[in-house]
C-alpha cells in the first residue's frame, strides 16, 4: 500500500519569499501524486497532480511541484509567497488498480508573515 | 455546478445520541468518499462507494459508524451512539470516473461534529 509523508509540520515565511514544501512518498509503482490546500473553515482543494510526462506539473496561483522518482519526491514550490497563501497543504497518493484509496499525508500548515 | 454540499456544516450533540451527516456529490460524479479530519490522526478515509455501492470501508472506526448511498445524488454517514471521542471535520468527496485513487476529488466545506 502506498504512504506518504510530510517531515515539516508547521512552516512560517515572510511575504514575497520563495516556499518549499517538501513530500515523500512510498509506493513501488508509478504513482499518482497530489497537492491539496485547505483554507481556514474550508474544504481541500486540488493545486495540482502529477500522472505521467513532464516531471515538473504547474499548478494553479502559481505552484509548481516536481516529481523526483529517484527520491521518492514530490515538492511543491512557489516563487513569491502572497498573504493570501496561508493555509494547510496536504500531499497525497494514489494508485491504480488494487488499493484505490488516495493517502493523504498529515500536512503542512504554512504561516506567512508580512 | 454547486460543488459538493454538506449539511449540517455545525453539530454538536450529546454523547449517546445518533448524528446524521448529509453529502449532494456533485452530478455525475461515479465515486463518494467519506474523510474523517482530526489533531491527531489527520485525515482518514473511512468509507467510499461507486456507482452507490460501498467499495471498501476499511476505515469505518467500528460498528457504530455507518454509511449508505440510496441514490446517485445523496448520502449519509450516521453515527449511534455518539461518543466525545467522534468529535471531529467530517469531509465529504466525490470523483468522475477515473478511479478513486487516481482522478481528482472534490471536497465539500466538511461538517464539524462535537460531541458532549
Known amino acids: 500500500a502506498q504512504s506518504v509523508t510530510q517531515p515539516d509540520i508547521h512552516i512560517t515565511v515572510s511575504e514575497g519569499a520563495s516556499l518549499e514544501l517538501r513530500c515523500n512518498y512510498s509506493?513501488?509503482?508509478?504513482?499518482?501524486l497530489f497537492w491539496y490546500v485547505q483554507s481556514p473553515g474550508q474544504g481541500l482543494q486540488l493545486l495540482l497532480k502529477?500522472?505521467?510526462?513532464?516531471?515538473l506539473v504547474q499548478g494553479i496561483k502559481g505552484f509548481e511541484a516536481e516529481f523526483k522518482r529517484s527520491q521518492s519526491s514530490f515538492n511543491l514550490r512557489k516563487p513569491s509567497v502572497h498573504w493570501s497563501d496561508a493555509a494547510e497543504y496536504f500531499c497525497?497518493?494514489?494508485?491504480?488498480?488494487?488499493?484505490?484509496?488516495?493517502?493523504f499525508g498529515k500536512g503542512t500548515k504554512l504561516t506567512v508573515n508580512p | 455546478d454547486a460543488g459538493v454540499i454538506q449539511s449540517p456544516r455545525h453539530e454538536v450533540t450529546e454523547m449517546g445520541q445518533e448524528v446524521t451527516l448529509r453529502c449532494k456529490p456533485i452530478?455525475?460524479?461515479?465515486?463518494l468518499f467519506w474523510y474523517r479530519q482530526t489533531m491527531m490522526r489527520g485525515l482518514e478515509l473511512l468509507i467510499y462507494?461507486?456507482?452507490?455501492?460501498?467499495?471498501?470501508d476499511s476505515g469505518m472506526p467500528e460498528d457504530r459508524f455507518s454509511a449508505k448511498m440510496p441514490n446517485a445524488s445523496f448520502s449519509t454517514l450516521k453515527i449511534q451512539p455518539s461518543e466525545p471521542r467522534d468529535s471531529a471535520v467530517y469531509f465529504c468527496a466525490s470523483s468522475i470516473i477515473a478511479g478513486a485513487g487516481t482522478d481528482t476529488q472534490y471536497f465539500g466545506p466538511g461538517t464539524r461534529l462535537t460531541v458532549l
Open positions: 497525497a497518493v494514489g494508485a491504480q488498480g488494487g488499493s484505490e484509496k488516495l493517502v
Open positions: 462507494f461507486n456507482n452507490n455501492v460501498p467499495i471498501d
Open positions: 452530478s455525475g460524479h461515479d465515486y
Open positions: 502529477y500522472f505521467s510526462g513532464d516531471t
Open positions: 509506493y513501488g509503482a508509478t504513482p499518482y
